[in-house]
Every structure is written in C-alpha cells, then in structure tokens.
C-alpha cells in the first residue's frame, strides 16, 4: 500500500527557515517523480517543486531561490528545506507522488498534509 | 502560467442529480488535465487524468470530457460521498496550476 507521511511542521519566523520530511512506503522514492504542493484559503492549491527520478528539480517562481527539494534513497523519504521564509508562506504543504511519462504532472498520492506557519 | 478559471464556485444538489463543472484554461492545453476531490481536513483524491481518464478504482458515475481551453466534470446519479470541493489542473508547462475549486453543496 503506497502510504506518504508529513512531519517537521510548525512555527516559525519571518526571515527563518524550516525543513518539512514526507517519509514514503509502498514504493520507491529513488524511481519516481515527487512534488510538494501547498494549500491556502486565500491562494487555494498551488505546486511547490517536483524532483525528477535522475534528480533534476524544478520549482515555483515564488520558491525559486530559498526552497530545495531533495530525498534520501536510503530513508525513502523526500524533504523541502525552507530558507527565508515568508509569511505568505504559510500553508499547508503535501508531499504527493506524480505518474511517470506524460502525465508527470498528475498526483496520484498525496500525503496527509502539514501546517507550516510563518508568523513573528 | 497557465490560469485555471473553474464555475460555478458553489453548487446545491440532490442525491441522484447530475452535476457538471466546467474548468477553463487560459490557453491550450491540449487534454493535460486532471480532476480531484478534496474533502475538508483532507488531501486531493485524484479522480480523472488526461481530460477523461478515469484513475483506478473512481466510480465510474465520475467523467471527464474536453480539449484545449475547455473542459467539464460530471457527476451522475450524485451520491452523499460526492459532496465535496473538486479542483482541475493543468500539467501541459510549467507551473502547474489549479483551479480555484468547486463545492458541491447538499440542497
């Protein structure tokens, strides 16, 4: 069973940083394509970054530059690692797997959900 | 980026009615669209990828159609799971967006 679980959530300040972890089980992280997505009652559902089976990765032009995608073959598990984080940050962010080929864009499992919070 | 643009917003229906959402892009994106619901405290479900393929193990009273700017949902014969916000998305460039959502209300 393909299951995505969230953690390192929380609080933190305008300027801070923060890393958020989607540990994976069911399937490999290593040979599929992974994204974050976050949500918002004001902006709704907006993609994050996706990183790509060879390990390229993209990102959103609101992230470019303070956010990174990674992962850990060893651990399974795929990160974002915040820098200069900024109020209108504040979401909740999913890990989600994306299908292969043309239709890399499609999230076929999501994680749960956590709340990050930038706020002084 | 793409705009997503989907109506209405809100919808009240009745359980068995048939309920069709429309999303538009703001340019073409050939049938790169997918449909999901969402319900409150909980992540997307994916329902229908490719404009009109249904994902595996969807009911099948959930269809897709359309083609490049214009696309619809459809519920038929809507039952009390359906009640729920659905949302399409374009993956045809880079960012990929969503629409702003649809609730589908109990009348």
């Known amino acids: 069973e393909v299951r995505l679980v969230e953690s390192g959530g929380g609080l933190v300040q305008p300027g801070g940083s923060l890393r958020v972890s989607c540990a994976a089980s069911?399937?490999?992280?290593?040979?599929?394509?992974m994204s974050w997505v976050r949500q918002t009652p004001e902006k709704g559902l907006e993609w994050v970054s996706i990183?790509?089976?060879?390990?390229?990765?993209y990102y959103a032009d609101s992230v470019k530059g303070r956010f990174t995608i990674s992962r850990d073959n060893s651990r399974n598990t795929l990160y974002l690692q915040m820098k200069r984080l900024r109020v209108q940050d504040t979401a909740v962010y999913y890990c989600?797997?994306?299908?292969?080929?043309?239709?890399?864009?499609?999230?076929?499992?999501w994680g749960q959900g956590i709340l990050v919070t930038v706020s002084s | 980026d793409v705009q997503m643009t989907q109506s209405p917003s809100t919808l009240s229906a009745s359980i068995g009615d048939r309920v069709t959402i429309t999303c538009r892009a703001s340019?073409?994106?050939?049938?790169?669209l997918a449909w999901y619901q969402q319900k409150p405290g909980k992540a997307p479900k994916l329902l229908i990828y490719?404009?009109?393929t249904l994902e595996s193990g969807v009911p099948s009273r959930f269809s897709g159609s359309g083609s490049e700017t214009e696309f619809t949902l459809t519920i038929s014969n809507l039952q009390p799971d359906d009640f729920a916000s659905y949302y399409c998305?374009?993956?045809?460039?880079?960012?990929?967006?969503f629409g702003r959502g649809t609730k589908v209300e109990i009348k």
């Open positions: 989600a797997r994306n299908y292969g080929g043309n239709s890399r864009g499609v999230f076929d499992y």
């Open positions: 069911g399937f490999n992280v290593s040979t599929s394509y």
């Open positions: 990183i790509y089976r060879g390990g390229n990765a």
């Open positions: 340019q073409s994106i050939s049938s790169w």
């Open positions: 490719e404009s009109s």
């Open positions: 998305q374009q993956y045809s460039t880079y960012s990929w967006t």
